[in-house]
């Protein structure tokens, strides 16, 4: 099939990616030339294992061809993609809709014949009849159909989610477009993904629903393990405990520092927005927000007391900034909250990040870059690990730390307290 992609950013991106690996001819249109010159000369604009060797393979087959030039990716085209971005409103918390409906807008010039336009930016409830109504203002509804599905990848494990998905979500009444999609994504339905095709609004909200669940599920066991920090009960039991039943499901129940990243955050806070618009108050959606922000100050208390309150001139590593590890995101990670914290306190801060330097720190005075783990440790009185890479699940802190006293908080419980303290560290965790 022949697939336009508007935005190359990481939706856009990847799945234009892994579409073209699928064996269809895919353009990619973004209107930021710089970005599209990169492509060109394959340079990959974003952070995505796996990515580059497929954008090469598939660009080298010419499958994969990116351009600014959207008139001729949507004559091309069977099937349009709007894969644009939804940030947050400035100063509000809804979603800022306007690529989308520039995208529309700029699109439906161009539908000489039938085209499906799939949706599948984020987007609140309704937004597929705002789209259909811009098209409709120049062409004929004969000559189109707005789809709305969602996209469900993971930053880090992006090109794995799209190859293997749980499910594929079609959010269209005409049966027609559902079987072209279906086709569209039957190498994907033959290894397994489920293909649910349902209302297009049912399709936008399942989108929301789902990111908002898994946030509450997340700040869930959060809230446990700080109960389980007062009662002397390990976190990870519990999490085992509960995922054991399969009415729960052991995923996305790992304590540890408040959520972040580009989805959740903006995603729960448009959803409470949307919920308030249809005068519906989602009182759990706005309970996670609240306990998420609540949790970044939780744990500076904690390292308060971990450092007895002297947190000035203390030399504190933190290893992984990231929202989470594989990714060089870091937006909304609590690390943005934590590390000036320290900083405006007097400590000296000196950080290892796998995905290099953030501009986020570069103008702190004393907080510091490091280039590996060691050189991040070697004088600490403290180390926090923040962001679970790989490289952190292994480190002998005997060899890294020259200080005896050394004390560890590991937010990502990646070692086990008992050997922790066998080894004779001060080592803290989350919820045990
Ligand atoms: C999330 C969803 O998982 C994807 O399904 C969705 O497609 C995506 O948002 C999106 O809307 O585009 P992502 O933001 O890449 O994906 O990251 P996650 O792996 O979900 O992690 C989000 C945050 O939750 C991270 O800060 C992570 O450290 C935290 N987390 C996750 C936990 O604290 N505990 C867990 O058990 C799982």
């Known amino acids: 099939m022949k697939i336009c992609m508007i935005g190359v950013g990481y939706v856009g991106l990847v799945s234009g990616a892994c579409f073209a690996d699928l064996g269809n001819t895919v353009y990619c249109i973004d209107n930021n030339q710089d970005k599209i010159d990169m492509l060109n000369m394959g340079k990959i604009p974003i952070y995505e294992p796996g990515l580059s ?14 351009s600014t030039n959207l008139k001729d990716a949507v004559i091309k085209s069977d099937i349009i993609f709007i894969c644009v971005g939804t940030p947050s409103s400035k100063g509000k918390k809804s979603a800022n809709l306007k690529y989308v409906f520039n995208a529309a807008n700029e699109l439906s010039k161009y539908i000489n014949k039938f085209k499906i336009i799939v949706n599948k930016s984020t987007v609140p409830v309704s937004t597929g009849d705002i789209v259909e109504k811009i098209i409709l203002k120049k062409k004929k509804k004969k000559l189109f159909e707005v789809v709305s599905n969602p996209e469900f990848l993971r930053e ?29 994504y039957d190498p994907l339905i033959k290894k397994g993904a489920f293909f649910l095709s349902t209302s297009r609004r049912g399709a936008e909200l399942i989108k929301y629903a789902s990111n908002a669940f898994l946030a509450t599920k997340i700040s869930f066991i959060n809230e446990i393990a700080n109960l389980c920090e007062k009662t002397g009960v390990n976190v990870e039991d519990v999490s ?51 306990s998420n922000s609540n949790r970044k100050i939780l744990l500076i208390e904690r390292i308060k007391r971990i450092l007895s309150n002297k947190i000035k001139n203390k030399e504190i590593a933190v290893l992984g900034v ?16 934590l590390l000036p914290f320290l900083q405006k306190k007097g400590a000296k801060i000196n950080y290892y990040d796998p995905s290099g330097e953030k501009k986020e720190f570069s103008r702190l005075k004393n907080i510091s870059f490091c280039r590996n783990i060691k050189e991040a440790c070697k004088k600490a009185d403290l180390i926090i690990i923040h962001t679970e890479w790989d490289e952190f699940k292994t480190i002998d802190f005997k060899k890294v730390s020259k200080n005896k006293k050394v004390k560890i908080y590991d937010m990502r419980n990646l070692y086990s307290s008992s050997k922790m303290q066998k080894l004779g560290f001060l080592y803290y965790s989350i919820g045990r």
């Open 240 to 290: 085992i405990g509960m995922g054991l039943d399969k009415r729960i499901g052991s995923r996305f129940l790992r304590a540890g520092p408040a959520y972040g990243g580009s989805c959740f955050p903006k995603d729960i806070a448009a959803l409470a927005v949307t919920g308030d618009q249809y005068k519906t108050n989602l009182s759990i959606i706005k309970s996670v927000m609240k």
């Open 322 to 337: 990231t929202f989470k590890p594989n990714t060089d995101d870091m937006r909304q990670s609590s690390s943005l909250k």
């Open 156 to 184: 880090g494990e992006a090109i794995r989610d799209f190859r293997f998905p749980d499910r594929i979500v079609i959010g269209c009444n005409n049966k027609k477009v559902i079987r072209k999609l279906e086709s569209l």
């Open 53 to 66: 060797e497929i954008v090469k393979k598939n660009y080298l087959s010419n499958r994969l061809k990116f």
